[in-house]
């Protein structure tokens, strides 16, 4: 059974900083592309940020030069630093795992504000 459990969401200041973490189960992880994907209140989810196996990244252009994605295969984790923050990334944040359809964490709640 697939699972994956996100944490380390909060509450951060504009130019603060927090990662997040997305700890997988169920899957062969080293094998597997992973996403992060967040949504804001009223709008669509949208893609942040992928890793696939090799490593190899890519960012939406909001976040781009901010948010760093990085894996570590022995704990199955992924994780999303996310700095510089704006009240703008304020969303709800999933990790996402196609294997082979779309497996979603609950969530993280992501706020910034002043």
């Known amino acids: 059974q697939v699972q994956l459990v996100e944490s380390g969401g909060g509450s951060v200041q504009p130019g603060g900083s927090l990662r997040l973490s997305c700890a997988a189960s169920?899957?062969?992880?080293?094998?597997?592309?992973i996403s992060w994907f967040r949504q804001a209140p009223g709008k669509q989810r949208e893609l942040v940020a992928t890793i696939n196996p090799a490593g190899n990244t890519n960012y939406a252009d909001s976040v781009k030069g901010r948010f760093t994605i990085s894996r570590d295969n022995a704990k199955n984790t992924v994780y999303l630093q996310m700095n510089s923050l704006k009240p703008e990334d304020t969303a709800v944040y999933y990790c996402?795992?196609?294997?082979?359809?779309?497996?979603w964490g609950q969530g993280t709640q992501v706020t910034v504000s002043s």
């Open positions: 996402n795992v196609r294997y082979p359809e779309d497996y």
């Open positions: 169920g899957i062969w992880f080293r094998v597997v592309a």
